[in-house]
Each structure stands twice: as C-alpha cells, then as structure tokens.
C-alpha cells in the first residue's frame, strides 16, 4: 500500500519472470491496496486465464480485475464486477506485452467518473503493449476501452473480430456489434466450472460469434 507501481495483487501477484496458469479457477472478493485487485503480473511474466472467473476485486489504483506488464492470454474467461478507485481499468490494465481476451466476458466493472473506461491499454515509456480482443463482450454503462500511446512505444488494440460492445471506444470494426444491451444475466451458477454470464434469449451475442475461434 506505499504507492509504488510495482506493488499489488489483492488475490495472486505473478512475479518478474514467472508463469501464472489460472484455469477452471475463481479470484474472488480481494482487495489491493495498489494495483491489480485480482490479479497482478509484473514485466517478464507469462499469464495465461482459463475458464476462469475474476470477479468482485477492488483495486485502489487501477486494474480492479487484472493489472498487466507482460504477456497474457485471457480465453473462455469472465471478468465482472471488478473495481479500480483510482484511475482506469476497471477490469483489465495493460501498459506491457501482448495480451489477447478471447471468448470472454467483461461485465458490471468500474472505475472513477474521472477516469471511466473498463479496459485500458497504453504505454508511459519505451515499451510496446497491445489488446486483441476476440469473440468476446464488453459491457459496461461507462466507457469500454481506453486508448493510451502516451509513451515511446507503440500501443495497438485490435477489435473487428466478432465482438459485442456497448460502444465504439475498443475500435471496434465491421465485424463488431455496437449494441445498447448485450442481454448478459446476472452473475451466477450456469453449470460450468465457474459462475459466469448467461445470455438472455434476445442477446445480440447469440449465435454472432466466429466459429473457428471457439473452444
């Protein structure tokens, strides 16, 4: 809690170096007193979520689910009902590495009316950070994405890949729908390994995903 970007990690902090595999797993109701209510994983890290839930964290600065600075692979995954207090990313912050969030559902999270954006994804340096976002949702009633090449590096977030938003801010492109509702349930018990989201039977989600990506 001292305020150094290098500190967090409410539920697992992934340290330089290693290898985090978080699957039919769940990072529930943790706090971090800096970044990364959920999960944390600083530079030189590999992190790889699936069918995993990272739900109701909060995070006094940013990344309220999950705080990034290597390279990471979200799939089959959820991500809802985080919260950052202080800045952006109420879901997800990434400033490093190549991340991808493929057949997943970001959903309920929040941050600051100063800083609202759910996803957030930029540099403050030398170092080059990028977002594919695949056959997934994101939803939220405050910005989706947020785009910050604010350093040396080059930032690239790629959408156009058949997913759902609730606005245009993840660049979102032909392949995309920009909807008022995606039709997501509450959070609950569906029957997998983790609770997820289901669809509601009128959610612009059903049916509008690309094939040869799922799994």
């Known amino acids: 809690d001292a305020g150094d970007f290098w500190q967090g990690g409410g539920g697992i902090?992934?340290?330089s170096g290693a290898t985090l595999y978080l699957i039919d797993s769940s990072v529930l109701n943790n706090s971090a007193g800096w970044s990364g209510g959920g999960v944390y994983s600083?530079?030189?890290t590999t992190t790889s979520i699936v069918r995993s839930t990272i739900a109701n964290n909060l995070s006094s600065d940013v990344?309220?689910?999950l705080r990034l600075l290597g390279n990471a692979e979200i799939v089959n995954s959820t991500i809802s009902g985080n919260t950052a207090s202080g800045w952006y990313g109420g879901a997800l912050f990434v400033t490093d590495g190549v991340v991808s969030l493929t057949n997943s559902t970001v959903a309920e999270n929040i941050s600051p009316s100063w800083a609202p954006a759910d996803v957030f994804?930029?540099?403050f340096g030398d170092a080059n950070a990028s977002l594919t976002l695949?056959?997934?949702i994101v939803d939220s009633s405050q910005q989706n994405c947020f785009f910050?090449?604010?350093g040396a590096g080059v930032v690239t977030l790629n959408a156009d890949h058949n997913n759902v938003f609730t606005d245009a801010t993840c660049f979102a492109g032909a392949?995309?729908?920009v909807v008022a509702d995606t039709g997501l349930e509450l959070l609950a018990d569906n029957g997998g390994p983790t609770w997820t989201h289901?669809?509601?039977a009128f959610s612009p989600a059903l049916d509008s995903a690309y094939g040869l990506i799922c799994s």
């Open 198 to 200: 289901a669809l509601l």
């Open 134 to 136: 695949m056959n997934s």
């Open 121 to 123: 994804v930029g540099t």
């Open 42 to 44: 600083f530079f030189n």
């Open 13 to 15: 902090y992934n340290g």
């Open 175 to 177: 392949s995309d729908l």
């Open 148 to 150: 910050a090449p604010w």
């Open 63 to 65: 990344g309220g689910g």
